[in-house]
């Protein structure tokens, strides 16, 4: 039985083509996995099936009934329920508000916080996915949380259709094999599931089927029998391998060979770094750092350990005891300036929430940086020319997708962002990059790249401080790890492999 049929659907954005008239038909019972480079057009293909936009052409249909185009009321009414990429959930409510927000266990218990936190948690237990206290506001979470709090929140509405946009990005593999259990179970039940992943290995595990966009059009149409990881990714890309393809375009990515400790001196000293206590946050105890010219330093944790006070207290957006030296240069607490200005660069981990301003130009966003501000700014007058210089110079060094330099950054796929973010924090030349999980949310392409860029750039001398809750991408890149878990930082020991590894991230080894 067809339960989501889409017939010739077409979203175009000014010149630019989104999503080419697409045709699926897809069944009740069953996980359909879609896949695609950033910018294919598969957040696009959600937005409309949600009815958060409406297409510019074609029709789709919920068993049978076709939905009112660009009414996302509607498509609620009709069984459809949606993950987001970029979570949808109000930082000033609870998390029990969130979760039933709109529904009418909201407007029954409005005045009964009790019962609703209730509601909400007999809601998590139901769906074996663990969100806390549900009367803890959102802006106090993490980013691991949020991702479970927006899951559920989708499922409150007992979906016919559920729709995933990268659901797994900010989740620890327990949490993910937990969610993968649940999925299975709705699917087991008659629900439709379509997942829309970067994450080729979970693709080939869990779907029924995968689809593959490439340009807003359908590439390939596969089980996942017939295929493999790698083949999957040559599909997206149009058949050239993706990390071939980027190494060839940034250069040689060979990690560093480093000198024995105390051979080289520190670029970054820490000592001490305590951060205050606050509901639903994770405080740092004493944490002690010290990174060499040259290497990538991997922190591995899993969300909400204390890795957003790690890089805000080093950076200066978090308030911390404790000490910072960067080449010797001690760096006030809570001051960004005097971090950039001794040579600290940061990549954020939520790139649209602390990195960007969506509504401003992309050669705006570049100038979003003090030191880049700094340097194109004479008696309170900004040089736009140069800033549009550099924009187009990052632009063409980092492989920018877009469509002018004046386009608003909101406008560009996430990876195409991201591309921004690192190129502005690299523009010149900092000691220390601080990258918190700086492929959340990427392709396999613009993973690849982005991994590259880090190797480039430590090789150049860079000290890179590598924040990651991907296990695989610590591993794949540094050459030290710690764990961070409760605030604290933990050395494996030695010859510790991947499991034992994963166990201390969990708190589970000593």
């Known amino acids: 039985m067809t339960r989501l049929a889409l017939d010739g659907v077409e979203k175009r954005f000014g010149a630019t083509t989104a999503v080419a008239p697409l045709t699926l038909a897809l069944a009740a019972g069953t996980i359909h996995g879609v896949l695609g480079e950033n910018g294919a057009g598969k957040s696009t293909l959600v937005r409309m099936v949600a009815g958060v936009l409406a297409p510019d052409a074609g029709t789709i249909a919920v068993d049978g009934a076709v939905l009112p185009p660009g009414d996302a009321r509607a498509a609620r009414r009709a069984g459809v329920g949606v993950v987001h990429q970029h979570f949808a959930l109000v930082g000033a409510l609870t998390v029990a508000e969130n979760l039933l927000l709109g529904r009418a266990e909201v407007t029954r218990h409005l005045l009964r916080p009790a019962a609703l936190a209730r509601a909400a948690q007999e809601l998590a237990v139901a769906h074996g996915l663990d969100v806390g206290d549900p009367r803890t506001r959102c802006d106090a979470l993490p980013v691991g949380t949020l991702a479970r709090i927006e899951i559920l929140r989708a499922l409150a509405g007992r979906p016919r259709v559920l729709l995933l946009d990268e659901p797994t990005a900010a989740l620890t593999p327990p949490e993910t094999a937990e969610l993968f259990a649940t999925l299975r179970r709705l699917r087991d ?134 000490d910072v030296r960067v080449a010797g240069v001690a760096v006030p607490p809570g001051d960004v300036g005097a971090a950039q200005g001794v040579g600290l660069a940061l990549v954020p981990s939520d ?46 060094d980092y492989r920018v997708v877009l469509r002018s330099l004046e386009q608003p950054i909101g406008e560009l796929s996430g990876g195409n962002q991201q591309r921004v973010v690192i190129g502005r924090a690299l523009a010149f030349d900092p000691l220390v990059l601080i990258a918190q999980n700086p492929t959340r949310g990427l392709d396999v392409a613009a993973t690849a790249q982005v991994h590259a860029t880090l190797r480039r750039v430590a090789a150049a001398g860079t000290a890179v401080l590598l924040i990651s809750s991907d296990l695989d991408e610590v591993l794949a890149l540094a050459d030290r790890v710690q764990v961070l878990f409760r605030g604290r930082l933990r050395d494996p020991r030695d010859g510790a492999d991947r499991a034992e590894i994963g166990r201390l991230m969990a708190g589970l080894a000593a």
């Not at 649209?352 to 003090?370: F, I, M, S, T, Y």
């Open 189 to 322: 039940g008659g629900m439709l599931i379509v997942l829309i992943t970067h994450k080729l290995a979970e693709a080939t595990a869990l779907c029924d089927r995968i689809t593959v966009l490439r340009g807003g059009r359908v590439v390939a149409s596969l089980l996942p029998a017939e295929t493999t990881p790698d083949e999957l990714a040559a599909i997206m890309v149009g058949g050239a391998a993706p990390a071939e393809e980027v190494a060839a375009a940034l250069g040689p990515t060979a990690a560093p060979t480093l000198a024995a400790p105390g051979e080289v001196a520190p670029v970054l000293v820490a000592e001490g770094l305590t951060t205050p206590r606050a509901r639903a946050r994770c405080a740092l105890a004493g944490v002690a750092l010290r990174l060499l010219p040259g290497e990538i330093h991997g922190i591995a944790g899993v969300d909400g350990n204390g890795q957003d006070e790690l890089a805000g207290a080093l950076y200066g957006t978090e308030p911390r005891a404790g």
């Open 351 to 396: 790139r649209q929430r602390d990195g960007l301003a969506l509504g401003l130009a992309v050669w705006e966003n570049v100038l979003l940086a003090a030191p880049v501000l700094a340097r194109f700014t004479r008696g309170g007058t900004v040089d736009r020319a140069g800033a549009r210089a550099l924009a187009a110079r990052l632009a063409r």
